[in-house]
């Protein structure tokens, strides 16, 4: 299974709005409403910041939001803050009825400028 | 607090094998599925395999497939992953992540380090 396609990289100012991609197949990220948004600070744990596509875990603020179309989810951040600053990836399950499978991008470096 | 500890991490030269733990407090281990991510030095991560939260389910990454074993020791509250014929591009940091929904990673472990080199 091939990765998500994710830019490399976006920017944005402080207080901006930055909205990042993640394109799949209808065979992964467009077969289930099942995906995952991951924020990774340098040396860290990845963190769950979306789930389900537009669903956000208890604690993470509300400038965090998804959408999807076809087989394109987006991630937006509003409000940029510096400690925004780090990689995201998007995350599919693509799994069948007989295998589970999931499939994440390849990241996206997000730098406030 | 819910808390996930890697350990097992190391050096090792190619064709050899290596079993990294993870040990979970905090949660009814055995209630939830889990996972192990991967994620090779400067390079994205990469879903490893997921077990079910009995054990009588495991699945792997094509990458993987016959060489990784996944498994589990709910008496131990703890979760394995055996890494036979070992390559070069297993070097990586494996994350162990607990299943939410089944469909998404809720909670990470900080990383254990495998570095296959001759």
């Known amino acids: 299974q091939s990765a998500l396609t994710q830019p490399r990289s976006v920017s944005g100012s402080p207080g901006q709005s930055v909205t990042i991609s993640c394109t799949g197949t209808?065979?992964?990220?467009?077969?289930?409403?099942?995906v995952s948004w991951y924020q990774q600070h340098p040396g860290k744990a990845p963190k769950v910041i979306i789930y389900d596509v537009t669903e956000r875990p208890s604690g993470v603020p509300d400038r965090f939001s998804g959408s999807m179309s076809g087989n394109t989810a987006s991630l937006t951040i509003s409000g940029l803050q510096a400690e925004d600053e780090a990689d995201y990836y998007c995350c599919a399950y693509a799994g069948t009825y007989t295998f589970l499978n999931w499939v994440f991008g390849g990241g996206t470096k997000l730098t406030v400028l | 607090q819910v808390q996930l500890v890697e350990s097992g991490g190391g050096v090792v030269h190619p064709g050899t094998s290596l079993t990294l733990s993870c040990r979970a407090s905090?949660?009814?281990?055995?209630?939830?599925?889990m996972h192990w991510v991967r994620q090779a030095p400067g390079k994205g991560l990469e879903w490893v395999a997921i077990?079910?939260?009995?054990?009588?389910?495991?699945y792997y990454a094509d990458s993987v497939k016959g060489r990784f074993t996944i498994s589990r020791d709910n008496s131990q509250n703890t979760l394995y992953l055996q890494m036979n014929s070992l390559r070069a591009d297993d070097t990586a940091v494996f994350y162990c992540a607990k299943a939410e929904g089944s469909y998404y990673m809720d909670v990470w472990g900080q990383g254990a380090t495998l570095t296959v080199s001759s």
């Open positions: 209808s065979s992964d990220l467009g077969r289930y409403n099942y």
């Open positions: 905090g949660f009814t281990f055995s209630h939830y599925d």
């Open positions: 077990i079910s939260h009995d054990g009588s389910n495991r």
